[in-house]
């Protein structure tokens, strides 16, 4: 039987790993920074390295925790996950990649920017950024919390803040090193990991999923074969659906991955890169998923953790004794580590480079001065989301990711859309568009079941809905429409025909 | 100079016009079928229960099939921007620079 606690082999082989993969992000990230500059990768980055890059940013603990324990817990409803993280793609590299890839500088702010007033759209974008940023640390403090809790048996409170520090020390240190090295690394043992799992899983299969999903069905009923266990109410099911769909376009953290191309057909190569190892990691979690329903049991992984986190590692232990948990588990902690780098530091970026420089000192900050007020940021960002942490325990890091999912479509993809492709935009209508998908989204996310009954412990909530995507993202569309013609900016339209050929072309000279 | 520009305007905007269309095209496919599927979801979970063969239920089947439609749509647009509209950017933006 898979027991939580302390366990000699399985820390020893954690910490090995995590060694290891520290080593080789270090030695790789060295020899990137010998020859090219941190910010400016622009150029050097080929189609594959930004496809792995792109997969590993995108491949959080929700993707390699959640989804295979709200599989495990719920069978079925688990795997709605699994298929919306995925089917955002194709809005990305169509609608998005190559224009965003020409147009902008460094983040998605310069292309909403492009042909409006600089500073109040970049304030504006700053906030629905931290907001992303915010729910998405959140959900990685979850799974690595309960991870040292499974490994090391401490308290989960500990053991997020232990985890909050690590990581501070880490993006403080490896902030400098943190580069696209960092993703692919972690992509590449993120999807050996699962496949090496998936692989011993169904080695007790005679390798047929079908055996295995049948297995799962025979134990625990048909119905985790079908919809309905998890997501019951209907305007739930869409609403969670469209949040995931178009909350890809929206990532901050992912749209940044396009500038460090060369050009908008790497850009665009990269995603079918991407796509093709999220798309073959995604099926996996299906098997992994009812893997850990049949081997380990749903009543084992809801004793260590309530939201079903530690399914993976759990069914690590169970096919592949400590030595493959420790392992899975470094993996885990790896991917973890690596998203939460780049999340604070794009957290980090807008409030001390947006916020700071330009509206405080109005573009004139010294560069160390700047450097201090990042690392200030950094440690305010790692104390924020070691309370939420806390505060969030039990919650399936899947589900806060696919809130993060709700506020990127809200805030950022409404915004993005309108300001290439609806000439009539405003600056005043760039602003109201994603300032009330932001706070929009956090209300009706603090007003809903997830906030008011599982943390606050009330009866009812005054929102039903636990995903308020269908709600909030037609509404941003209709704000930054109706607040655009209410503020004709002229300069805006003029600019249109510049923005569409550039589109095209990139920048030319 | 003017009859260039013009001439690699109009492309331009045929090639620009080419590409809108496809991409909502690919987008409108993908936003169809996954809703279909979610539509499903919300609303007739019996027939998504419906087991095909021990261990397959229809919507897991379906569920299969939309991560790999998602990748077949990257793949046709990949495909498509690769071949046409790569080629034909490049030659206006020749033509264009040599109009200037």
Known sequence: MPTAGPNTVAMAGFIIFIGLSLLITWWAAKKTRSTRDFYAAGGSVTALQNGLALAGDYMSAASFLGIAGMVALNGFDGLIYSIGFLVGWPVVVCLIAEPLRNLGRFTFTDVVAFRLQQAPVRLAATAGSLAVVAFYLIAQMVGAGNLIRLLFGLEYELAVAIVGFVMLAYVLFGGMIATTWVQIVKAVLLLAGAFMLAFMVLLQFSFNPLALFNAAATEYGQSVLAPGRLVSDPIDAISLGLALMFGTAGLPHILMRFYTVPDGRTARVSVMYATALIGGFYLLTFILGFGAMVLVGQDGIRAVDAGGNMAAPLLAQAVGGQAFLGFIAAVAFATILAVVAGLTLAGAAALSHDVYVHMFRHGHASEKEELIVARAATVFLALFAIILGILFKGQNVAYMVGLAFAIAASANFPALVLSMFWKPFTTRGAQASILFGTVATLLLIYVSPTIQIDLLRNETAWFPYRNPGLFTIPLSFAVGVVVSLLTPEPSASEQFAKLEQQIHFGELN | ?100
Do not use: C
């Open chain 2, 1 to 100: 100079m003017t009859a260039a520009m013009s001439d690699s305007k109009t492309r331009l905007l045929r090639v620009s016009a080419a590409r809108w269309r496809l991409s909502i095209i690919l987008t409108t496919i993908m936003t169809l079928v996954y809703v279909g599927f979610i539509l499903l979801i919300a609303f007739n979970k019996p027939l998504l229960a419906t087991v095909l063969m021990p261990g397959l239920s229809l919507g897991i089947l379906l569920g299969v099939l939309v991560i790999i439609t998602a990748w077949v749509l990257i793949v046709i647009y990949v495909k498509w921007a690769n071949d046409h509209y790569d080629a034909t950017v490049a030659e206006i933006r020749r033509a264009h620079q040599e109009g200037n």
